[in-house]
């Protein structure tokens, strides 16, 4: 008998079944559409990872309360706080390629119950960082913009450069790795027109980028600077088109 099931085949129900594999620990995995004709093998587990939804999360649970009573529940959603269902949500976007043991262990996991977790999966060795459930959506928030806002922008942004501009793919990604690079070495650095508070050459790029998407990601940009830095005042007007001084 195994006593862990995971439920799903997203990511990280594969990253997780991955790493059982090499810690020796046997298990099932199951597709959450197909685990309705898996009632046995659910009811003799003792320990359930929930890895799908947010929203399949919780209809599994509602489907199964009698299958699943008296089971160890647990989900790897950041912002899905449930009080029959522990969280144990890894800070990392797992991609297709299965991580290394090393690697896994490296992960840092937040849940508002660490301490049940280290009396129910002694075989858990990962950091894990206690958070409160109200604190929930906006850590989750601040992980999404992290992992999917840059990686969205930069490919909008290259792909205008390679294909509009003729500029060598292998060099703009030389060049977004340097952005990488000097973040880690200087957080607080910020180049360009806005360090220089050129208000005409702003006001230029708003003009260009009109009727764009990138036209909102630099408005929000604008907004967000204006934060620190009072020479520039970006707001939307009536009709809901941008208006701001840093036009003449």
């Given at each position: 008998m195994k006593d862990i099931t995971i439920i799903?085949?997203?990511?990280?129900?594969?990253n997780l079944a991955y790493y059982l594999d090499f810690i020796g620990i046997k298990y099932n995995l199951l597709e959450y559409r197909k685990s309705g004709k898996s009632q046995n093998i659910i009811k003799d587990s003792k320990i359930i990872f929930i890895l799908t939804r947010d929203d399949e999360i919780i209809n599994f649970y509602n489907k199964n309360?009698?299958?699943i009573k008296g089971k160890k529940l647990y989900h790897f959603s950041g912002a899905l706080f449930h009080k029959n269902i522990v969280s144990l949500?890894?800070?990392?976007?797992f991609s297709k390629k299965l991580l290394s043991k090393k690697d896994f262990e490296e992960i840092i996991f937040t849940s508002e119950n660490p301490e049940r977790i280290r009396k129910e999966l002694l075989w858990f060795k990962n950091k894990i960082i206690k958070i409160k459930p109200k604190d929930k959506p906006y850590y989750h928030c601040l992980l999404n913009i992290l992992?999917?806002?840059p990686p969205l922008l930069f490919k909008s942004i290259s792909d205008d450069l390679i294909n509009k501009f003729n500029?060598?793919?292998e060099y703009i990604?030389?060049?977004?790795?340097?952005?990488i690079e000097r973040y880690i070495d200087d957080p607080e650095f910020v180049g360009g027109p806005l360090e220089r508070g050129d208000r005409k050459t702003v006001a230029a790029h708003l003009k260009a980028l009109s009727g764009k998407r990138l036209f909102y990601i630099y408005e929000g940009f604008l907004k967000y600077y204006h934060q620190k830095d009072k020479r520039y005042k970006v707001k939307r007007s009536k009709s809901k088109k941008l208006s701001s001084d840093c036009q003449s």
């Open positions: 799903g085949k997203s990511k990280a129900a594969l309360l009698d299958l949500h890894p800070i990392i976007s992992f999917n806002f500029l060598p793919k990604d030389k060049r977004l790795k340097d952005v």
